[in-house]
């Protein structure tokens, strides 16, 4: 059974579990989580932090049952702790995330028929399809919905069942098709090359959905990669190009009649622990090199050394979207392109939104509340 | 006159400029900023550095009256860049920034009386007032806009004036009120203490305005605090507790029926130059902390600084919101709060809204190219 120890000198209680395993419970923070500090209906913290001493300790704790009883001094409250909720939030532990979803990075072992892939209609109307889809999208980076009616909202009707949408200067949806007078160069015929979409912004867009209402034309097939495994590749193969590009920001810009956008990102962006979380690429939106004359050298060679390596064959996966398909991918880990097309032969119409990764992994968290 | 010297050995053109002052530019920096590189209609860059050699060097440089003439070799072509833009884009120096307000730290110098305050109808009509306040706003953190009709689309209005709505959660707007099911501490009657908003978000929203339709309850008094002056006097009073809570990610949280939205934040976070950039600070929102005993003792003491730092009245802008006024500020730097108020004795009724500051300072920069 669990035993609890009052350790005064190091100001915390320390649990040893049934099994033998040990944490300790610095006694502010006991304090700080007690129960009777969060507010009734909205579960909000509405403790005083400051209204008790930063060493206040105890009087006694006693093992109940399933809960550990906590008297505090001075007229405190009584706190009760279920001795499951203190395992799962013990310190130095992060909690469980039923939003996190492991990631597998793919290089030539994913081909476009093997792409996670859901139907429409499915993802419409079942919770758990729509949960299962959204976890493989999270996992691959990338998937296609199919069997969308041949209608502009329909796409977006997808996306909204995840959350609202990310509205950006292009719009809450944008339509990607040849223009007579561009702002951007997807709107364009042109090859666009491997890129995330708006660097520029402080928060790039998170998932990006393009759904497909016609690809009739000659050419214009998408192309894609994945950012976390040219991430882990360039590190082992050029170390000192991934630390240019993981430490190095870069002023990224896009400006038009309306708007002029404008961060510094790194290419690379980093957790905290080190790993990849977010890839800005994009040689459209880059704007003139301000570092300093050495800096930038060493940021043309990284540069050009993740080039070259995203042209392998092995990192591309290349697809023809059909009307009636939607490309759904995490705009900050998988770089997307397509090759160029020439409108007089027939049309290519795309219309996309997007939706930010927080509202993405809030909504498999409120899915996995109802065990999907 | 400017001069213009060929330095092969370090890859690089020195221009020397009327003053005498030197610049260093890099030869694959001029071939990466050839005008020829820039689409004709979206001026994005559609160039591949991958078709020149990382060691390109010019054939010759010429200067011409106000431009440079580079002459590339194997067919490249022939860059002319005006010295004035070679002078503002010189490497080793950040282009200036139309939108960049120099912010002005407050503690005590600034009353009610005294903060920046703009009339609703002057900023929808006028291009010039317009600029005037949103610079007050930035560089302050803080403004009144008054004379707004009694209409709850009238503070949404101005807020249009500068960019389209950042959507939370909590919608494109939210309504302050006294709720009977709340979700959020804000829709009690209940006092707030000062708390920045959504730091549970990745990207906290950014200027936030509080349009006020009613306020004629005993009680509901807002107030204001710098979290500019704030983490520089803490810097200085306490280097330590400035050193944890600008190092240490600490989880926030919001979850209702609808949503759980996590994400780890800083309590400052300061921009790449070591200035504040950003406060996060919500008591209601933390997440219990889960890091190691030892840095959540480090935490708990350098947070309760801070938060005893903020209650010096030096810090806090106490001022009453009047139906027709609204208050316009940068939720990622001012900390905002109100007293509790009696919804028996009356009303208290504001609706809110968001602009993040990447559409604020774009909106910035295009009225200052038409000299605003």
Known sequence: MTHAELRPEARCLRLTWPDGSQ??????????NCASNRHPFTEERIFDLLSVP???????TTVEADALRVDWPDGGPVSRFALDWLHANRPGKRAEDPGAVPREAWRGNLTAEALP??????????????AAWMRATRATGLSIVQGLPDDPQAGQDVARRISFLRETNFGV????????????SAYTADALPLHSDLPNQELPPGIQFLHCLANNAEGGDSVFADGL???EDLAEADPDAFAVLSTVAVP?????????????????TLDSDGRFSEICWSNHLAAPLDMAPDTIRAYYRAWRALAALMRAPRYLLNLRLE????????????LHGRSAFDPSTGQRHLIGCYVDRAEFDSRLRVLARAGH
Chains 1, 2 share one sequence.
């Open 323 to 334: 009307a009636g398909e939607m490309a759904v991918f995490d705009n900050r880990r998988i």
């Open 23 to 32: 944490n300790d419970f610095p006694f502010l923070w006991l304090r700080d």
């Open 252 to 268: 990224f810009r896009f400006h038009d009649r309306d708007c002029d956008l404008r961060h510094r990102q790194k290419v690379l």
């Open 173 to 184: 949806t944008f339509e990607v098709i040849s223009k007579p007078d561009p702002n951007n």
């Open 117 to 130: 892939r859901a139907d429409a209609t499915a993802l419409m109307t079942d919770d758990a399809a729509l």
């Open 229 to 231: 495994a040219l991430a």
């Open 54 to 60: 930063e060493d206040i300790a105890p009087v006694s």
